[in-house]
């Protein structure tokens, strides 16, 4: 171990689990010249890739604490980062503003109360009389939607991001298995990593990225970490209907916790992560529509044209995420709830220092 920590940057690092969370860690790893490993059975099919990207920051009402503080660090991070990724895809952007609404009176005085205590011009209550209300009142036929809205806070494309996150790290040839990851053990300092199919891979550190499956490769007895499974799910639909215009909307809002997307002047995305369940009701439609007194015709009326979700994981008797430091040479990251795509930043930046001090 002694010559690993005169040069660590000869050290093999294995991140298990390739979403935003495991890619985000190969990234700022790989920048300080680590070996990287990444093992995944399928990550096309990860809780990443059915994320709608939206990055509620400053919007986030808990000023204090842990949460706050990874959020804030996270706030920081995402332009240069953003930055960064651009000279692979100069596409890729936070599209901004993002507006929360709510038709409840007692949540629209405290999303007040809120924007009151904290002295932020990037935060202000929508108008009645806004374009963004009005627009939004005419669309959706009501009269009593009110909220806020976060000139900060705003909304990327998870898809792309991902894709983008892979063109980087080809370009710093992180290897890619694919593979299922059944157990782990230590032996001589190094840790073997053992898939289904009996391959051991050899590495110095091993970071959990795996979502609900990260508790079965640890020892329970000795690391209490317990998930329970969180559904995030969200559809398409195509309004047929020439009276309204959905690009009159904002990019980007949420109304009474579901959140909305307009793709085009007749399509849009609508999601929620709220059951605790690894499968999704049959009655999607119903339930993610379903955010108004009255819905609207137009909605009513609309067809699916793409449905999709993902499994994610929210701990179970602490707070989220889980993001510790095992043993050594053990890392685990998991239980984002609905937050992996904001927090992958922070997250990043936390285990690169925890690897450099356990290094050193």
Not at 121 to 127: P, V
Not at 203 to 216: G, Q, R, T
Not at 299 to 308: A, E, R
């Amino acid at each position: 171990m002694k010559s690993l920590k005169e040069n660590f940057q000869k050290a093999h690092i294995v991140i298990i689990g390739s979403g935003i969370i495991g890619k985000f860690n190969a990234l700022e790893l790989s920048e300080l010249g680590f070996q990287i490993t990444i093992i995944d059975p399928n990550q096309l099919q990860n809780s990443s890739n059915a994320a709608l990207g939206l990055l509620m920051g400053n919007m986030y009402q808990k000023r204090r604490g842990r949460s706050w503080d990874l959020r804030k660090q996270s706030i920081e991070l995402w332009p240069q980062w953003i930055s960064f990724l651009q000279k692979f895809n100069y596409e890729l952007n936070i599209e901004k503003p993002l507006i929360q609404l709510t038709t409840n009176e007692e949540k629209f005085k405290k999303l007040e109360k809120f924007i009151y205590e904290n002295d932020d011009q990037n935060l202000r209550i929508l108008e009645e009389n806004s374009i963004f209300i009005n627009n939004i009142n005419k669309a959706f036929q009501t009269n009593n939607i009110k909220g806020i809205i976060s000139f900060k806070d705003g909304r990327i494309n998870a898809v792309s991001l991902l894709k983008t996150l892979d063109k980087y790290l080809k370009h710093k040839n992180v290897n890619f298995l694919q593979g299922e990851i059944i157990k782990i053990r230590k032996s001589n300092n190094q840790w073997i990593s053992t898939t289904r199919n009996h391959e051991n891979i050899k590495s110095d550190i091993v970071i959990l990225c795996n979502s609900l499956k990260a508790v079965d490769l640890i020892d329970s007895l000795s690391h209490n970490v317990k998930l329970k499974p969180v559904l995030g799910q969200a559809m398409e639909i195509f309004i047929n209907d020439a009276q309204v215009d959905l690009l009159s909307l904002p990019k980007q809002f949420s109304i009474n916790g579901k959140n909305i997307i307009p793709k085009s002047k007749n399509k849009l995305i609508i999601g929620s992560t709220d059951e605790y369940s690894t499968m999704p009701e049959e009655s999607i439609f119903e339930k993610l529509t379903n955010f108004l007194d009255k819905r609207p015709s137009w909605l009513i009326k609309g067809i699916i044209s793409k449905k999709w979700y993902g499994i994610r994981s929210r701990p179970d008797g602490e707070a989220s995420p889980i993001m510790k430091n095992l043993e050594n040479g053990l890392i685990i990251c998991t239980g984002f709830y609905k937050n992996g795509i904001l927090l992958a930043p922070a997250c990043s930046k936390w285990v690169a220092n925890e690897i450099k001090n356990y290094l050193y």
